[in-house]
């Protein structure tokens, strides 16, 4: 059998075995996750009536909990998906993924819920929430197979589902598509840095070079055509890696990015800004309580308890979403290290296993061929390699977009101060009365 055979059926069969490497990874999780649910069905089930099942669905509700235990298992939802639920046909209206190779997301105008002003009617909806959320119990308890940040996402978006769903919704799917795009890069230009090595492998152990080099031994001078003509690839392949790489990195990839950040920054800025609007009207109502002809004191006081739970709720869902940025960006930067670690590390390792293969099944030989190509071709592959290096290491530069200082902060609200100047009114009212009335006796 020639060579070129040997090389056909070797590609063959790392395409064969790529594909049956692939159809494996995508069903293992879902066929592990039916196995294993199916075997502990009977222990779940007795669970269940002896009433631990209830236990630990108090306050989630059972479809919220097998929902995120099989998202746990099977791999394809993470526990915050799961409490977030599936219903965002309107946020999905409103939101495009734009890109060919790369991916950036927009947010057109209309995907906020969130009324413009606090009405009455939404002031109780917030001390409900209020209610449940400060006299509610801690979970404490999680699924030991989920990552940490997924656990706490899980919980907030389960404490702040009925408010705040759609702006946790946003920030999740921009994680994924930055990490998504990451890994993307990672992926083209490793593809791209292993493809020159192994054409110009094949090309010259192959003798393709030299049967189709236009150039003749004397027109090449002190070397021969086929050893100019294998000069002039290895140099032009490298360029043409090069480019592909800058263009892929600054025609689509670093402005995408940049752009879902971007996004991302300035709904954070307008979700945020809204909720400042209410805690504002919220602090103005609890400030007037007891301004006006209203004597009866139970209306007062309940007046003063909604405000009061108002003040706070607001405060708190400022807080808990700005916690919520925190944990997408950690996510970003550490499953973007990941993915910059370890896809060049595979691709690395596929192509030693690739030339290892053609060396020991093909009769060429690809690792003298390499040290065969010349010191210009060398040098080049590094510094395509270093542009390499250099693309994946800036590729996280886009979360810089995302700053705190631009949005209305949880420290910018003064909780604090407001909660002393509303309660410092109410003492004030008070002393007002006390004295007014002590005078008239």
Same mark, same amino acid.
């Given at each position: 059998?020639?060579?070129?055979?040997?090389?056909?059926?070797?590609? @063959? $069969?790392?395409?064969?075995?790529?594909?049956?490497?692939?159809?494996?990874?995508?069903?293992?999780?879902?066929?592990?996750?039916?196995?294993?649910?199916? @075997?502990?069905? =009977?222990?779940?089930?007795?669970?269940?009536?002896?009433?631990?099942?209830?236990?630990?669905?108090?306050?989630?509700?059972?479809?919220?909990?097998?929902?995120?235990?099989?998202?746990?298992?099977?791999?394809?939802?993470?526990?915050?998906?799961?409490?977030?639920?599936?219903?965002?046909?309107?946020?999905?209206?409103?939101?495009?993924?734009?890109?060919?190779?790369?991916?950036?997301?927009?947010?057109?105008? #209309?995907?906020?819920?969130? =009324?413009?002003?606090? !009405?009455?009617?939404?002031?109780?909806?917030?001390?409900?929430?209020? +209610?449940?959320?400060? #006299?509610?119990?801690?979970?404490?308890?999680?699924?030991?197979? $989920?990552?940490?940040?997924?656990?706490?996402?899980?919980?907030?978006?389960?404490?702040?589902?009925?408010?705040?769903?759609?702006?946790?919704?946003?920030? *999740?799917?921009?994680?994924?598509?930055?990490?998504?795009?990451?890994?993307?890069?990672?992926?083209?230009?490793?593809?791209?840095?292993?493809?020159?090595?192994?054409?110009?492998?094949?090309?010259?152990?192959?003798?393709?070079?030299?049967?189709?080099? =236009?150039?003749?031994?004397?027109?090449?001078?002190?070397?021969?055509?086929?050893?100019?003509?294998?000069?002039?690839?290895?140099?032009?392949?490298?360029?043409?890696?090069?480019?592909?790489?800058?263009?892929?990195?600054?025609?689509?990839?670093?402005?995408?990015?940049?752009?879902?950040?971007?996004?991302?920054?300035?709904?954070?800025?307008?979700?945020?800004?809204?909720?400042?609007?209410?805690?504002?009207?919220?602090?103005?109502?609890?400030?007037?309580? !007891?301004?006006?002809?209203?004597?009866?004191?139970?209306?007062?006081?309940?007046? $003063?308890?909604?405000?009061?739970? *108002?003040?706070?709720?607001?405060?708190?869902?400022?807080?808990?979403?700005?916690?919520?940025?925190? +944990?997408?960006?950690?996510?970003?930067?550490?499953?973007?290290?990941?993915?910059?670690?370890?896809?060049? @590390?595979?691709?690395?390792? $596929?192509?030693?296993?690739?030339?290892?293969?053609?060396?020991?099944?093909?009769?060429?030989? =690809?690792?003298?061929?390499?040290?065969?190509?010349?010191?210009?071709?060398?040098?080049?592959?590094?510094?395509?390699?270093?542009?390499? /290096?250099?693309?994946?290491?800036?590729?996280?530069?886009?979360?810089?977009?995302?700053?705190?200082?631009?949005?209305?902060?949880?420290?910018?609200?003064?909780?604090?101060?407001?909660?002393?100047?509303?309660?410092?009114?109410? /003492?004030?009212?008070?002393?007002?009365?006390?004295?007014?009335?002590?005078?008239?006796?």
């Amino acid at each position: 059998m020639s060579n070129l055979a040997w090389l056909a059926a070797g590609l @063959a $069969a790392g395409l064969i075995l790529a594909l049956i490497i692939y159809i494996v990874r995508a069903s293992a999780r879902p066929l592990v996750s039916g196995l294993l649910r199916a @075997a502990t069905f =009977p222990y779940r089930f007795v669970l269940r009536l002896l009433g631990s099942g209830r236990r630990a669905a108090a306050g989630a509700g059972d479809e919220a909990v097998e929902a995120a235990a099989a998202a746990a298992v099977s791999g394809r939802r993470t526990l915050t998906e799961a409490a977030l639920g599936d219903d965002f046909a309107h946020e999905d209206s409103f939101l495009q993924r734009q890109g060919v190779f790369f991916k950036w997301l927009s947010v057109r105008v #209309g995907y906020m819920r969130m =009324p413009e002003e606090l !009405t009455d009617a939404l002031a109780k909806d917030y001390a409900r929430l209020a +209610n449940g959320f400060l #006299g509610g119990k801690v979970p404490i308890e999680s699924d030991a197979r $989920a990552l940490f940040e997924d656990v706490e996402g899980a919980v907030i978006a389960h404490q702040f589902h009925e408010s705040d769903r759609g702006a946790i919704y946003l920030l *999740n799917e921009s994680r994924k598509l930055m990490n998504a795009n990451v890994l993307k890069l990672a992926s083209w230009f490793s593809l791209i840095l292993g493809a020159v090595l192994l054409i110009n492998i094949v090309l010259n152990d192959t003798g393709m070079i030299a049967a189709l080099s =236009p150039i003749a031994d004397e027109a090449a001078g002190p070397i021969t055509g086929a050893q100019l003509s294998s000069l002039i690839a290895g140099a032009g392949s490298c360029l043409l890696a090069a480019l592909v790489m800058w263009a892929l990195y600054y025609a689509e990839y670093s402005p995408y990015q940049r752009n879902t950040a971007r996004e991302t920054a300035n709904f954070l800025t307008r979700y945020l800004a809204r909720v400042n609007d209410h805690y504002r009207t919220a602090i103005g109502k609890a400030k007037s309580v !007891t301004v006006g002809q209203e004597r009866d004191s139970k209306h007062l006081a309940e007046e $003063a308890q909604l405000w009061a739970l *108002n003040i706070n709720w607001l405060a708190l869902r400022v807080f808990f979403i700005e916690t919520y940025v925190r +944990n997408i960006q950690f996510q970003i930067r550490r499953n973007s290290i990941y993915y910059l670690i370890f896809v060049p @590390a595979a691709f690395l390792g $596929a192509l030693i296993g690739v030339l290892t293969i053609l060396a020991s099944f093909t009769g060429l030989s =690809p690792f003298e061929t390499i040290a065969a190509l010349g010191w210009v071709f060398l040098i080049l592959f590094v510094l395509v390699a270093a542009l390499y /290096a250099f693309f994946l290491s800036s590729s996280m530069k886009s979360l810089d977009e995302i700053d705190q200082g631009e949005w209305i902060s949880f420290h910018t609200l003064r909780l604090n101060a407001v909660l002393g100047e509303v309660v410092g009114k109410y /003492a004030e009212d008070v002393g007002y009365w006390k004295n007014r009335v002590g005078g008239g006796l």
